[in-house]
């Protein structure tokens, strides 16, 4: 195997797991042509699977042979290649909290960058870009909580947040109202029943 494919290969494998590799990531080993043109012998070789237009993953050796990252592990890794705010979809989000058992067939989260499709392995990955509020607080309990209010919708905002007191400690409760002028406005008015609530829980029970 020609020098550079190695060379790249060495930095696939010294990079954690999930880490997308692009060509210009890689220009520190060869010219753009000579990378590009690696990238693609390595593709073709096994040794590294194309998850997109140019971006490649390395799938690491598991006890019963290749496996690919998780998705979670790739957009992590794509977030901070690209500069994206990538963050869980509303269904999925929902499920991490527990307010539904359903989760999307297919892997779904919202970029602040171009909606596309990724393939890794057999499962497909899709990034739906979509709006600054839609992006608040990924990864944290917060956010999560604002994209299920957006995947359950105007209909259902009320018994969703009802649950979410059920579910999430008050601080985080506090943090989702903080971010209520940041909302739209039917989500900010089922919020802001909570400042009441926090108030209500901050003030205690009236001495007699």
Same mark, same amino acid.
């Given at each position: ?6 060379? !790249? ?25 000579? +990378?590009?043109?690696?990238? +693609? *012998? &390595? ?11 140019? #971006?490649?993953? *390395?799938?690491?050796? @598991? ?10 592990? #790739? #957009? ?31 892997? !779904? ?6 909606? *596309? ?19 608040? &607080?990924? @990864?944290?309990?917060? @956010?999560?909580? +604002? ?5 359950? @919708? ?36 089922? +919020?802001?029943? &909570? ?14």
């Amino acid at each position: 195997m020609p020098a550079l494919a190695d060379h !790249i290969l060495a930095y696939a494998e010294s990079s954690s797991e999930g880490t997308a590799l692009r060509a210009k990531e890689l220009l520190h080993l060869g010219s753009r042509a000579a +990378v590009d043109q690696a990238l +693609v *012998r &390595l593709e073709h070789s096994g040794a590294l699977s194309r998850i997109g237009r140019g #971006v490649y993953l *390395r799938p690491r050796q @598991g006890k019963c042979g290749p496996r690919m990252p998780s998705p979670a592990k #790739v #957009v992590q890794a794509l977030a901070s290649m690209t500069g994206e705010v990538i963050a869980s979809h509303g269904a999925a989000a929902a499920n991490a909290l527990g307010l539904t058992t359903q989760t999307p067939m297919n892997a !779904i989260f919202l970029t602040s960058g171009k909606s *596309r499709g990724l393939k890794i392995g057999g499962q497909q990955l899709e990034l739906r870009h979509a709006r600054n509020w839609e992006l608040l &607080l990924p @990864g944290q309990p917060a @956010g999560d909580a +604002v994209r299920a209010l957006s995947w359950a @919708g105007p209909e259902r905002a009320a018994e969703t947040l009802t649950a979410l007191k059920r579910r999430l400690p008050a601080e985080v409760m506090q943090t989702l109202l903080s971010l209520r002028g940041r909302l739209p406005t039917w989500m900010a008015q089922e +919020v802001s029943s &909570l400042a009441t609530d926090l108030l209500a829980g901050a003030s205690g029970p009236t001495a007699t």
